[in-house]
């Protein structure tokens, strides 16, 4: 049987993460992601120059919502981000990690931009893996916090965010003076996120160095809605679309560790099966989903999820 | 929408002048606007003042590529003057134009080959140009086939219907849309299509609101490419508006804006 090929006219941009010694930065390794000429692993019709990535959540509190199930793995280092980190890097093999600055959401602990860069600084130091750095994902304040949190790390390249329709500009500004890529987020809205990527590159921000989010939903709770609109936009980038030539982001582990599927305990729902397995199930499932659909990192929690899906991602990355 | 700026060419007073006095900045500022207005190519016509219209056909051609990459359509009806435009082309060449007559067919398409240059047919012939649709796509046929023949891939094909002035021929216009359709059913894949938008409005009172609104319909019936002036800001936005109502581009508030970034 023929392969029924397509030859497209352009492809997705190519972006890197973190910066070594010799980029101004001191990491100790890049993450470079993007750069396909064709759809998911069809290795058969373009090229897909690196695999998707994989980052591991840490937090800089302990999370007060995660199930024991997510906390086990991290146990004697959660409250701690340093000691979270190198567990992640040291432990779990993460080449790539997304510190997440919850404390300064004000119905949390209210950090202040000064705690959070002093976090980012501490964890800089404290492993040498590129960082994605996101604020508490409450608009306003992550306009305190972020441009305080990207000069702390000026010069290593990060992926900052995340910047939305209502923040956009203090965030891409911020990224803009200390050389970091940013996270443009839109609410399950092609429309949207194309909207934010004109506005952020109409600030003289280049449009490689951004990376669409376009929100993740867990499997159950409306993965399919972004994941059709993630083909669309990996198909307008192969088309040409300059504006929605951009690799995507899915933060899996956030959705999935909140849905009763990898919560509940099986004394509750016995039907379910085990609770040690269920929950890291379901972040693989819906982290595969998403390679299927395009993304090009995952922001991922439990370890042993993390080992799955990085196996899966060499397989489809064979290309035989 | 692949856009080839009409510009250069010796009809306007301007082009002739600086043809004439050898005034390269005239023609470069030319063609610079016109791909800052979103040009993908050139056209490239020395009108009908030369007395040396080899030479006016290589330095405009000479002049332009010092500005700009783009590819040139070399606008000419003389096949000497086809050849040199094309031989100092700095990237693709697109030869304008071959009608649908086989002694044409037989000279042009192989120096398409040679040059590696894409090639506009137009669907008339010795006889003129047909009334209809069918006739014309008839001639676009005999086109597609003889390109085929001499190995010419369909990307490389432009086939351009041939509108007459509306205040003239009236019932053309329609017929052109539909051979635009037509033309998409000829082959897989199919050849490209294409129009010389502004004859529609020769002598029209407002000309480009009859280009701009005609350019719109034959954007629904298909039309891959035209050759218009870019400068025509109105213009470009209907094209770019109609595009975007065909599915052609994902819609954001500032897609006029997302356009002009590709």
């Keep these: 049987m023929e392969k029924a090929t397509e030859k497209w006219a352009s492809k997705v941009n190519e972006v890197v993460i973190g910066a070594t010694q010799k980029e101004g930065g001191t990491r100790s390794s890049l993450i470079k992601i993007g750069g396909a000429t064709t759809l998911p692993f069809l290795h058969f019709e373009g090229v897909i120059p690196n695999p998707p990535a994989i980052a591991m959540e840490v937090w800089d509190i302990e999370p007060d919502d995660w199930p024991a199930v997510l906390k086990e793995p991290f146990r004697d280092t959660l409250g701690d981000p340093v000691e979270w980190a190198k567990k992640c890097v040291d432990e779990y093999g993460a080449d790539l990690l997304c510190l997440r600055l919850a404390s300064t959401h004000p119905d949390i602990k209210n950090n202040s931009a000064q705690d959070a860069a002093a976090t980012v600084k501490k964890v800089l130091e404290a492993v040498s893996v590129p960082l994605i750095i996101i604020g508490c994902n409450q608009a306003e304040k992550d306009t305190e916090i972020i441009p305080a949190v990207s000069e702390a790390a000026r010069g290593e390249n990060c992926l900052v965010g995340i910047a939305v329709e209502a923040n956009y500009k203090t965030i891409t500004a911020a990224c803009q003076s200390d050389g970091h890529s940013i996270i443009a987020e839109s609410p399950i809205d092609i429309n949207l996120a194309k909207q934010l990527n004109i506005l952020i590159s109409d600030m003289g921000f280049s449009p490689e160095k951004i990376i669409m989010h376009p929100a993740t939903g867990a499997l159950g709770y409306g993965l399919e809605y972004t994941y059709s609109i993630m083909e669309r936009s990996r198909l307008a980038a192969l088309q040409g679309d300059k504006m929605m030539s951009m690799p995507m982001v899915n933060f899996v582990g956030q959705e999935v560790w909140r849905v009763k599927e990898a919560k509940t305990s099986e004394q509750e729902v016995p039907e379910w099966g085990p609770i040690a397995s269920r929950g890291p199930l379901w972040e693989v499932t819906t982290s595969v989903s998403y390679l299927q659909a395009g993304a090009d990192i995952l922001v991922m929690c439990h370890p042993k999820a993390v080992e799955s899906v990085r196996k899966t991602i060499v397989d489809l990355m064979k290309k035989e | ?262």
């Design chain 2, 1 to 262: 929408m692949f856009i080839i700026g009409e510009r250069i060419n010796g009809m306007f007073k301007d082009v002739a002048k600086a043809i004439k006095e050898g005034d390269k900045a005239i023609i470069q500022d030319l063609a610079r606007q016109q791909m800052e207005a979103g040009a993908d190519a050139l056209d490239v016509n020395v009108g009908p003042a030369p007395e040396e219209p080899l030479r006016a056909m290589e330095w405009l051609v000479t002049t332009i590529g010092e500005v700009t990459d783009a590819p040139l359509a070399i606008d000419t009806t003389k096949f000497e003057i086809m050849e040199s435009g094309l031989k100092l082309c700095k990237s693709k060449g697109i030869i304008n134009s071959t009608s649908g007559d086989k002694e044409k067919l037989d000279r042009l398409l192989p120096l398409a080959r040679k040059y590696n240059a894409s090639i506009i047919g137009l669907t008339m012939n010795k006889s003129g140009i047909p009334q209809d649709a069918q006739s014309r796509a008839e001639i676009a046929a005999q086109i597609v086939t003889s390109a085929q023949e001499q190995g010419l891939a369909m990307s490389d094909l432009y086939i351009d219907a041939v509108i007459l002035p509306v205040n003239v021929a009236q019932d053309h216009s329609r017929e052109v849309l539909e051979t635009i359709r037509q033309c998409k059913l000829l082959c897989d894949p199919p050849p490209r299509t294409i129009l010389g938008l502004s004859n529609v409005s020769q002598k029209t009172l407002d000309r480009s609101l009859v280009n701009r609104t005609y350019l719109a319909m034959a954007v629904a019936s298909g039309l891959d490419a035209a050759i218009v002036d870019p400068l025509d800001k109105d213009l470009m936005n209907s094209m770019i508006t109609a595009e975007l109502l065909m599915g052609k581009q994902i819609y954001c508030d500032n897609y006029l804006q997302a356009y002009r970034k590709k």
